[in-house]
Structure formats: structure tokens, C-alpha cells
């Protein structure tokens, strides 16, 4: 079984136009983008008002959501790799 790479991006602001947009473009520009997933995990909405976990959490964009969508597990407590490395703290 063949692994297809992927790689993630995690923006602390609009997915559009940040960190993410400038790596694909240059991923593009010198054609080693193919055979790989790029997945830009930042927001692509007016952000929601509240406490810094709060925000995260809304967006998916804390610790949990990450792993999971990162992992693409439904539930990281099941899955002891993943929880032994896993904090809730994580990025905050």
C-alpha cells in the first residue's frame, strides 16, 4: 500500500491569503505539489468573539479538533497513539 504525503498548514488568522496560499504557490511554481494532499486549516469565516478557547474551539481550530482532523480519526481517545500525544493545551 502506497502513502500519499500530505501536508498541513495551520494558520492563526484567513486561510485566504496567508502562510498556506504562499507554500501551494510555491509548492506550484516549482512543481512538487503532485502526488500530495495540501490541506490549509485556518479560518475561512469572520471569526466568532469569546475567550481565545472558545474562538478555537468554534472554528476547530484547538488541540482536539486539530488532531482529529489532522488524523482524521472521529474520536482520538480511542486511539492510544494519539492520545499519548495529544494535550488540551495545544495550540493556545
Not at 10 to 30: F, M, P, R, T
Request: hydrophobic residues 35%; glycine residues 8%; aromatic residues 8%.
Amino acid at each position: 500500500m502506497q502513502f500519499k504525503l500530505k501536508i498541513f498548514v495551520l494558520e492563526d488568522h484567513s486561510a485566504v491569503g496567508g502562510l498556506g496560499d504562499k507554500i501551494i504557490n510555491e509548492l506550484v511554481e516549482i512543481r512538487e505539489i503532485s502526488g500530495r494532499d495540501f490541506i490549509n486549516l485556518g479560518l475561512t469565516e469572520y471569526p466568532e468573539c469569546g475567550t481565545t478557547w472558545e474562538v478555537l474551539n468554534y472554528h476547530k481550530l484547538d488541540g482536539k479538533s486539530l488532531a482529529q482532523r489532522i488524523s482524521g480519526k472521529a474520536s482520538i481517545e480511542e486511539v492510544d497513539e494519539i492520545k499519548e500525544n495529544y494535550t488540551e493545551d495545544a495550540p493556545q
